[in-house]
Structure formats: C-alpha cells, structure tokens
DNA sequence: GAAGGGAATGATAATCATTATCGTTATCAT
DNA sequence: ATGATAACGATAATGATTATCATTCCCTTC
C-alpha cells in the first residue's frame, strides 16, 4: 500500500498551492527552501507515486517531466518555444475524436498527450 | 549550407525505405550492419539536420526520439504501451481544431504532437 | 591546380535527467 | 517489543544526447 508520507505531503501541498509546471529539481530546490529538504530520489518517488495514485497530472516534454496539480479539468498544453510559458487549453471535441480513432483501431487507451509548440502571444509581437 | 554528404544520405535512404520510427542507436547499428558504419554523434547530427531540412519527420517519446519518412501525410500516433507498436492515425478534424485553439490565444504555431498511449487490439486480447 | 574557408566527421568526454542500490528509519499490525 | 513492509536519503549507475576538437571534405577563388 502506498503511503502518504510527511515528505510527499510535502510535495503535494507545494505543488497544489500552485498553477505551475514543476520538474523535480524544482520542487526539491523549493522544498529545501521552505526548510523542509527532501532528499532528490525520494522527490521522483514521491512524484511517481502522487501521479500514480491520482494526485498528480504530469506531461513529459522532450528533456524532462513537469508535473501539475491534478486538480483541474483535463486540459492539454500550448507550449511557447521562445520563454517556456506553459498555456492550457480545452477543446472536447479533440477528445472524442481521440477516443473514436482509438475504438477504431482496437485500441484500449489509458491516456495521451497532446502538447502543441509555437511562440506565445507576448513573443510574437516583440520579436518580429 | 547544410549539406547532404555521404552519411547524411545513407541515414535518409535508410528511413525512407521503411516505415519504422528509428532512434539513433538503431540507426547507427544498421548502417553499421549494412557496411556503411557512421560515427554515433554523426548519427545524431545528421538526424537532427534532415528533420530541420524537412526531410525526415519525429516524434518525442519519454525516453528518446524517434525518426520517420517526411514523405507521408501528417498523422498522429497511438503507442502500445505493451509491445511498443506504433500505429498511425489522421483526424483532420482534431488538426483544425488546434488551429483554432492556438489562433484564440495569439499563439503562432510550429508544431504540435499528439500521442495516445495505451494497449493495441492484440494485446488487449492476450493478455486479460 | 594550389590555397583558404566553411561545414561535417568521428572518437570521446561531458552533461543531465532519471533510476537503481542499499543501509537506515518510520509506521503499523500482531 | 517484534516483525514486516514501505519509504527515505545519499550516492552510484544508466542512458540518451550534446560538446569538444583535431581531422577531413568540398567549394570557390586566385
């Protein structure tokens, strides 16, 4: 049985208390920095186990997995390439569309990822 | 200039004959097989200068990067998280609607990847 | 047809996120 | 108290990818 330790309480309570896209190396940098220190393995256990049970949403971009508060409606991300500002957004339809190509092809979906790459509003304008 | 030198081709013949989605180290052990061995970081190099050339197309897994023929229509992917089957699938309905979700929020899109993950028809027949 | 510059190559070291190891510690039921 | 089980934490190991750097290739120009 997993259990929910005082250091994945932790972890939890910081990343509840935000909107942010934490990797673990963050959330072991803001826990010592909130004097509660969590050792580097355990926050990736931790993380692992949050996500497992429900407590955690995560995506996995190219270098590293960020994980969210779980939360929230199910929303997928908008991801700008020029200052890293994560954007979520829902569209309904694009899931029922998943989950009929998925029945078409036999497919018993346990989840995805849709993450879209681009320059946010801010970026576009500043930079030509 | 980039240029398409000897390795950088042999690469591109390479996954333009199949439809298998190549990770480097496959790649590199092929064309080592077929007696045209390239140096590993090569590899890596001229991977990365087809795709920026649009000759080659990929996707982002966890772990690593995989290489696929540009010369396809654009699909998404559906991962069996048992077997690793990659098997493709196309919505033009899903594609507007990112279009749409991306203008909505000023965002200039570059790119986007969708990945469902989840068990194919076999699997899910084999095993309960 | 030699000389010089830009790009690519290849061997290898370095980086960086993540996972494995392992002795120690906390927790909970008997 | 006694185990049993799960977690912890420090640290080593792993594995994909990138950086380094001396060498080589390919043009273009003289």
């Known amino acids: 049985m997993v259990k929910l330790t005082q250091q994945r309480q932790s972890i939890l309570d910081l990343i509840n208390a ?11 940098r803001a826990l010592s920095d909130a004097g509660q220190a969590v050792g580097i393995a355990t926050v990736y256990r931790g993380l692992a186990a949050l996500e497992a049970a429900g ?17 929230k409606a199910h929303h997928d991300h908008m991801i700008c390439t020029e200052c890293g500002l994560i954007e ?10 998943q989950l009929a190509a998925a029945k078409e092809r036999g497919f018993e979906l346990s989840g995805h990822q849709l993450t879209m790459f681009g320059r946010c509003k801010k970026c576009s304008l500043e930079k030509v």
């Open 55 to 71: 407590l955690l949403d995560s995506i996995q971009l190219a270098d590293k997995k960020r994980y969210e508060r779980a939360d």
């Open 88 to 97: 979520e957004f829902t569209r309904e339809t694009i899931e029922v569309l």
């Open 18 to 28: 935000s909107n942010r896209h934490w990797d673990a190396d963050e959330v072991a």
